[in-house]
T-cell receptor, first 111, second 112 residues
Framework: NAGVTQTPKFRVLKTGQSMTLLCAQD?????MYWYRQDPGMGLRLIHY???????AKGEVPDGYNVSRLKKQNFLLGLESAAPSQTSVYFC??????????FGPGTRLTVT | EDKVVQSPLSLVVHEGDTVTLNCSYE??????LLWYKQEKKAPTFLFML????IEKKSGRLSSILDKKELFSILNITATQTGDSAIYLC????????????FGQGTILTVHP
């Protein structure tokens, strides 16, 4: 099992550009999450999904959109990137228990 | 609003020392407290604590939860340089989507 994978690993964007981050999991988990991690602020939830075809807002959703067309994939989109979105983005998934499994992260820099 | 606070925010020790990391929480419909270790990349799961007063152990790491006082501690004995990492705690509330509220993390540095 690969677990949770994320692409790309690194990206540099200019302000106003758009991009999509892809998360894939092969554990057949229903729940998937997108977090951002900034220094001194821990992990903050952006959006989440409780199953295929469902998405919902988390703690810091502004400027992001998500889609879960297939159970194994959860996409995070930035329509018009801003410097405030410079961060490390983590995807996670879980099944029935509360333990979440994390991907390796995407380091995004917006200039 | 749910809140998890960790202390200290950073800690520098020498190999062989014992450290105690603290985590206090205010989580609506609290279910569990989770500890993660984050080295260079993804956080990796250490413990999940649900019952008060029952210690969980894995090698040199142990953790305990106090549901009355709303805190948890993570102990690491005989620290090694490989223990250098960010330690995150998270509170799980009783929402339908299994929300985790994370603390800021404690940066542990172990010098040889």
């Amino acid at each position: 099992n690969a677990g949770v994978t994320q692409t790309p690993k690194f990206r540099v964007l200019k302000t106003g550009q758009s991009m999509t981050l892809l998360c894939a999991q092969d554990m057949n988990h229903e729940y998937m999450y997108w977090y951002r991690q900034d220094p001194g602020m821990g992990l903050r939830l952006i959006h989440y999904s409780v199953g295929e075809g469902t998405t919902a807002k988390g703690e810091v959703p502004d400027g992001y959109n998500v889609s879960r067309l297939k159970k194994q994939n959860f996409l995070l989109g930035l329509e018009s990137a801003a410097p405030s979105q410079t961060s490390v983005y983590f995807c996670a998934s879980r099944d029935i228990l509360y333990e979440q499994y994390f991907g390796p992260g995407t380091r995004l820099t917006v200039t | 609003e749910d809140k998890v606070v960790q202390s200290p925010l950073s800690l520098v020790v020498h190999e062989g020392d014992t450290v105690t990391l603290n985590c206090s929480y205010e989580v609506t419909n609290f279910r569990s407290l989770l500890w993660y270790k984050q080295e260079k990349k993804a956080p990796t799961f250490l413990f999940m604590l649900t019952s008060s007063g029952i210690e969980k152990k894995s090698g040199r790491l142990s953790s305990i939860l106090d549901k009355k006082e709303l805190f948890s501690i993570l102990n690491i004995t005989a620290t090694q340089t490989g223990d250098s990492a960010i330690y995150l705690c998270a509170g799980a509330g009783g929402t339908s989507y299994g929300k985790l509220t994370f603390g800021q993390g404690t940066i542990l540095t172990v010098h040889p």
